[in-house]
T-cell receptor
Framework: QKEVEQDPGPLSVPEGAIVSLNCTYS??????FMWYRQYSRKGPELLMY????GNKEDGRFTAQVDKSSKYISLFIRDSQPSDSATYLC??????????FGSGTRLSIRP | DGGITQSPKYLFRKEGQNVTLSCEQN?????MYWYRQDPGQGLRLIYY???????QKGDIAEGYSVSREKKESFPLTVTSAQKNPTAFYLC?????????????FGNGTRLTVT
């Protein structure tokens, strides 16, 4: 079993829709959860990070962690074509090692 | 502008040749990393370095080598021993002295070996 599992998609939704991206993880010791966004032929960039369970909101983006079910989500409201990218969830297994999900490719149709 | 520069963007090599990928950062970060990205597999850690003149193997170090002679530079050599070298290679850096410091990535080098 992979330590972080993520549906690779692709996911295609119309502009303005709410997008839900999800990951599961296996180790209950993980505490710090991140979402990276990667545009085509570019490096990933940090989008959001959260500690423990709960929600964190930043503009149109909301990151949610449910530690009881080992489930992390990223919601995008009012999705825009510029949100089309691959989204990678990640978590810290140690101070020097971050484990990434395989990424979900998202396409927003105008 | 602070950031990470990877060069070249595209690299083509014949099987059996060693090739070195460049990574330079001006963020003054102590820690640097090399990841490999393949379709459907996410990012896998090859090597990382927390300080100059020191580095550790990641999950898939076989067939790769690194050096860390300067804080700003962390070149990766893909040797002929790497069985499947064609991939997208990403270099990253972070500040290990800041709690949960995020990774800053370069824009990658796409290596094709034929």
């Amino acid at each position: 079993q992979k330590e972080v599992e993520q549906d690779p998609g692709p996911l295609s939704v119309p502009e303005g829709a709410i997008v839900s991206l999800n990951c599961t993880y296996s180790n209950s010791a993980f505490q710090y959860f991140m979402w990276y966004r990667q545009y085509s032929r570019k490096g990933p960039e940090l989008l959001m990070y959260t500690y423990s369970s709960g929600n964190k909101e930043d503009g149109r983006f909301t990151a949610q962690v449910d530690k009881s079910s080992k489930y992390i989500s990223l919601f995008i409201r009012d999705s825009q074509p510029s949100d089309s990218a691959t989204y990678l969830c990640a978590t810290d297994s140690s101070a020097s090692k971050i484990i990434f999900g395989s990424g979900t490719r998202l396409s927003i149709r105008p | 502008d602070g950031g990470i520069t990877q060069s070249p963007k595209y690299l083509f090599r014949k099987e059996g040749q060693n090739v070195t990928l460049s990574c330079e950062q001006n963020l003054n970060h102590d820690a640097m990393y090399w990841y490999r990205q393949d379709p459907g597999q996410g990012l896998r850690l090859i090597y990382y370095s927390q300080i100059v003149n020191d580095f550790q193997k990641g999950d898939i170090a076989e067939g790769y080598s690194v050096s860390r002679e300067k804080k700003e530079s962390f070149p990766l050599t893909v040797t002929s021993a790497q069985k499947n070298p064609t991939a997208f290679y990403l270099c990253a850096s972070s500040n290990p002295y800041v709690n949960n410091s995020p990774l800053h990535f370069g824009n990658g080098t796409r290596l094709t070996v034929t």
